[in-house]
Structure formats: structure tokens, C-alpha cells
């Protein structure tokens, strides 16, 4: 009897505490606030912070039935690995948060969730669209960027509904140029595939890839002119497309379609190039502030332009996104304990300002969210209406470029 | 035709290679001392004709002459307050990089917190117009930079040959122990010639800025192609930068034939360690200035 006693109090005595309500719940982050993604890092930047101001205004999470308040911290990566990591690690370790917000850009995405990981700390993202970053089947990781492959599918689907229309050539004569990344090489991925599915529809005559922030890309816009082919299809960061834009003008280049994958519309690239330059560019991006005439995503959309006084673009929009993620995982969960939060993502399945109107993080997919790329072309009056998918689109698209014409 | 078109692209980017190197071969063939700092400079005269351009409205080819005066007003005093308290010789080279680099360092960031890290661009009425000659673009900015670099070669060959002030540089390029017993004011040489470096550098700063987007990291890649233009060209030698300029892009555009894309932009670093092994004194020999 005394021994049974004996266990039964060592049991109790070893049986952890039940934790404490949390009287406050952090979330860190780093973004790229320097350096090459600097840009970019401040949109994603204004997307938490309206996410966090919106959840602060409700008197914070609501988590079993109280109101906790909810913060973040916000470092700087300065656009680098090094620094991601080191400091996805002191948010960890010593800022003791509970979860982390992802950075953006895959590279960065890649190094710093493999700290997450090894903490046991989940790790919501939207700024990593790279497949291979899924594939390692980290448990705590969770990516809202749908895989860049599906960027260009996307792409060639609105091509290839164009050449059903007879307005482009059968077959399709394509040079693909693509950054030297895990990012530029599943936008091969997906452009190829597609090409591949529709045999005799397609020909990929040039296929290379290019240094990420190069400067010359005169050599490679000559093979590309020496290809004559009918559509160019490009995957480049916003400085590699202005200054491959700029190259590819002067060059005399024009294709019946032209694209830089998700960039193009970007109001600083029109300023660099000239309205004129920019014309007819498609891009196929996450999120279009264009979807955002009903529900959630007007919510956003209304929130955004009171707040920062214009409209919001797919980087604010993927990172209000991923900081709405996280609390309503926390509040469906109760509490911010990472293990519950991590296995409520999991399972997690909500409505969403994404394409779709839905989010879920698929295991088959490594907990990468899965939804068709919205593809938009810029218009000569400087608008960027979308021209696919036809579910959503409020203009069909013009191909072949009228500019080339012009120009012969 | 596309050899031709390769050719004019070679020989266009060689005229901005030429132009980005000249002033870190100046330096280092005077002064012997690798000026860590031109990146740093390259980036300050992009952001100075940005500033000009954007805010007084100034085109880039009128803020040239501006900008070659305030950077080598900058130059002459990085020379006078911090660089001449150097130790010179084998002993000195670790702390001039050391120090340089340090000054580059400040500027990159000094830079950051004026212009935030955003990607900027130049645009001007010229910025996307090519001229067609016989079929073959060539980009209207382009032209103006190897046009400026070739004015560039003129100008320092003219300077350094038939002017007293150059007689002078090359002859402490030399022996500097004996320009001071022959009257020559070593420290004056020195800092002028650090100055014309930087102007240089200032000038190749703002015509990259009017080709290509760029941030507070613009000057690492360019310096890093300086380095290899100098050093294939014979340290100190002025018509040999220019010609290793040309090596370099007629290498790094006629590599796409064979060579994919991304690969192109290290043929130039594995055309260096070749100089090295091979010809240490660079493809065209060392030369002082000449």
C-alpha cells in the first residue's frame, strides 16, 4: 500500500504543471527591411503590421474564452541568410515567442525555417514560394505562397486559351529565361510541363538560365533574338526585370507575348521604363487587389487603403494573410502552446482573401497552400485588369502584342 | 549577323568595364594602395545623379561634370584626413583594406538610411533608345558610356604624358623617394591622384546607374570586375585597362555560344587566375602609368 502510495505521489510530483494563462502572446518575425529585398521586405511589413493592429483593435486573441493581447516583434534580415537565421534563432532562444511569422523570398524562407524546425516552433510564411523548401517535410512549417510552378502553368493557360482563338501560332515558339534559383527553376517547371502536356502546341526553342541581380543580359536577349521565337516567357525579381526590360528595348526585341512571370505590373517598373514600354506585359501573381469586391477580401482591401492610403498589392496581401493564418490557428486552438497551434494548421481549413476564398496547408504538398495564380496584363491607360482565370477575370487580354505590329 | 551583334554588345560593355576600372588602376599604380572604397564610390556617384535627376530634374550627361568635382573633392579629402596617416609598404596593405573597406562600409550605409534600400533606376528620355545601324541596335545610353570611356582613355593618356601634372604622377608612380629630392610635392601628387580615382569612379558610378536598376549594394559586383580589368591589364597601365576591358567582355559575351548563361559572368574570374598563373605581370605587362 505504502509503494503504491510512494508511485502515486511521484507521478503527481512529476506530472508537468498545468501552464498558465498567457498574459501576452508574441509572435516574431525578420524581414529583408535591407539590402537586395528591401523593398519588397517593406510591403510585407505593412501587411503584418495592419494584421496586428486589426487583432490589437479587438482587444487581441481570443484564446479559451479571454482576450490576450497579441505583438510582434520585427527584426531586420537585412536580405540575408546569415542574418535570418541568427536572428530567427534569438527570437526563439531568447525573445521566447511563440510562433514565427515568415521572412520573404525562398532562399531566406529555406535557411530560417530549418531553425524553426529544430526549435519545434511553427513557422507560417507567405513570403517562400519555392516547391523544394515543402519537400524537406518539416512538421511545423507552413507556406500560404501556392508553388511557383503554378505561376507558370497559369501563364500558359491564358496563352494557350489565346492560341485556341487562333491569335497565336500553332505551334508556339518559346524562349524561356529564368533566374538560377529554386524559384526560377520550378517557374521552368511549370512552363515545361505544361508545354510538354500539349504536344505540337508548343516549342521551348531557347531554355537558359541567368544569374540573380546580373547586369549584362545582352549575350542572352541575342540568343533569344537569334531564336525568333513567338512568346517570351522570362522569371526574374523586380531590379533583374527592369534592367532586362530596359535591355531587351534597346535590343529592338518584341514577342507576341511577354511576360517576367510575377512581375510587370509593379508601378516602380513603369516608372523606370516608360508607361509605353511596359505595355501588354502579363504577370501572373498570388493576389489581385481587383478580387477584392466582396467579403473578406473587400475587408482588406478597405482596411489597407484607409490605412497606408493606397491599394494594396499581393505582398501586403500574402502577409495580412499569413499573420490572420496564425490567429485564427491560435484562437481555434484556445491557446498559443506550439504544439496545438502547429497541429491546428494542420488540419487547418478557413475562408481566405486568397484566390480561391480558401486556405488549407495540404500534407501531400508539405504544407504548401495549393490555388490558381491570378494572371494580369497591363493596359496601355496604365491599369492591370485580370485576364485569367476566367472565373475571375473582368478582361479578356490582348495577344498578339499590337506593339509589335506597330513597330515592324 | 548575331557575331556582329555580339561583337557591338562586347565592345559596348567594355567601354563601361574600362570606365569602372580605370580609377581603382590609377590609384593602385600611384598610390599602390587597393582602394577598397571605389565600390563605394561607383555607388555614391549613382545615388548623387539619382538625387540630381530627381529632385532638380537634372539629365545624368549635364550632372557628370558636378559629380566628377564633388567626388574627387571627396576623394582628395579621404586622402588628406585618413589615407596619408597610413603606414605605406608590405606592412601598410592590411590596414588600408582594412580602412577602405571600412570607408565603404559608412557610405553603403549612409546611403541606406538617406534613400531607404529600394531598388532605383535613372530613367531619361534616352534611357530605352537604341540607333539601328545596318540591322544592328545599339542602345542609345550605351553608346554614350563607351563614348565617355574612350574620352576617358584620351583625357588620362594626354594627361599623363603631356602635362606637367602627369610627368609628375608618373614620376612618383616611379620613385617617389626621389620626386621629393627633386622638388616634386609627393603628398600633393598623392592626393590628386587618389581624388582623379575617385572622380573617375563617381562618373562610372552614374553612367551604370542610367543602364542598369540599382541599391545600396551597387559597386560590390563592379568592383570585383575592376579588380580583374586592372589586374589583366597590368597594374598601372592606363591603355592596358582598357584593353583588358575588352578581353573581358568579348570573353564573358562570346561565352554564351558555349557556355549557359548563368555560367558567363565566371569566365571572367577564371580568365584572372589564368593571368595570374600565367602572366602575373598582367596580358599586356606591367607598366608605370605609360
Partial sequence: MRKLLLILALTFACKKPPEPAKSNVTVGATLPLTGAEARIGGFYKEGYELAFEQQSAKGGLSLGGKLVPVTLVLQDDTSTQATAVALADQLINSAKVDA??????????????????????????????????????????????????????????????????????????????????????????????????HKGQYEVVVDESFELSAKDFSALLNKVKASNADIFLADAHLPDYITMHRQYVTAGLCHKVISYGARGSEKQAAEALGQKNVEYVLSAVWWNQQLGTKGLTKAFVDAFQARYKRAPEWYQALAYETARALFTAMEQAGTADKEKVREKLASFSGDSILPEGKLSFPSAQGQQAHYAFVVQQNQPDGTSPIVWPKAVANAPGVAPNPDCAAAQ | MRFVELLVAAVLLAGLYAMMAYGLGLIYGVLRIVNLAHGGMIMAGAYLGLALHDRLGMDPLLSLPLIAVVSWSFGWLLYRFVVRHLPRGATGGAQSLLLLFGVWLVMRNAVYLIFTGN???????????????????????????????????????????????????????????????????????????????????????????????????????????????????GLGSVAGTASAALVLALVEVFAILVLPSYLTGAVGFVLLVLVLVLRPGGLFGQKVLG
Fill in chain 1, 100 to 197: 514565427l511569422l515568415g521572412t520573404y523570398s525562398s532562399h531566406l524562407v529555406e535557411a530560417q525555417s530549418a531553425i524553426a524546425e529544430e526549435n519545434r516552433i511553427p513557422y507560417v510564411n507567405g513570403g517562400g514560394g519555392a516547391s523544394e523548401i515543402y519537400q524537406r517535410n518539416y512538421k511545423y512549417l507552413f507556406g500560404l505562397m501556392a508553388p511557383v510552378e503554378l505561376l507558370g502553368e497559369a501563364l500558359m493557360g491564358w496563352i494557350d486559351d489565346q492560341q485556341s482563338q487562333n491569335k497565336l501560332p500553332k505551334p508556339a515558339r518559346i524562349s524561356l529565361v529564368w533566374e538560377n534559383t529554386a524559384h526560377g527553376k520550378d517557374f521552368r517547371k511549370g512552363v515545361t510541363a505544361f508545354a510538354a502536356k
Fill in chain 2, 119 to 233: 531598388d532605383q533606376a535613372i530613367r531619361t528620355a534616352w534611357s530605352t533608345h537604341a540607333w539601328k545601324l545596318a540591322g544592328v541596335s545599339l542602345p542609345v545610353n550605351r553608346v554614350i558610356v563607351f563614348g565617355l570611356a574612350m574620352l576617358a582613355l584620351g583625357g588620362l593618356h594626354f594627361l599623363l604624358t603631356r602635362t606637367y601634372v602627369g610627368k609628375a604622377i608618373r614620376a612618383v608612380a616611379q620613385n617617389p623617394d626621389s620626386c621629393t629630392r627633386a622638388g616634386i610635392d609627393v603628398e600633393k601628387v598623392y592626393a590628386l591622384t587618389f581624388g582623379l580615382g575617385s572622380a573617375l569612379a563617381g562618373v562610372a558610378g552614374l553612367l551604370g546607374a542610367t543602364i542598369f536598376s540599382f541599391n545600396p549594394s551597387f559597386g560590390s559586383v563592379e568592383l570585383l570586375k575592376s579588380f580583374v580589368v586592372v589586374v589583366m591589364g
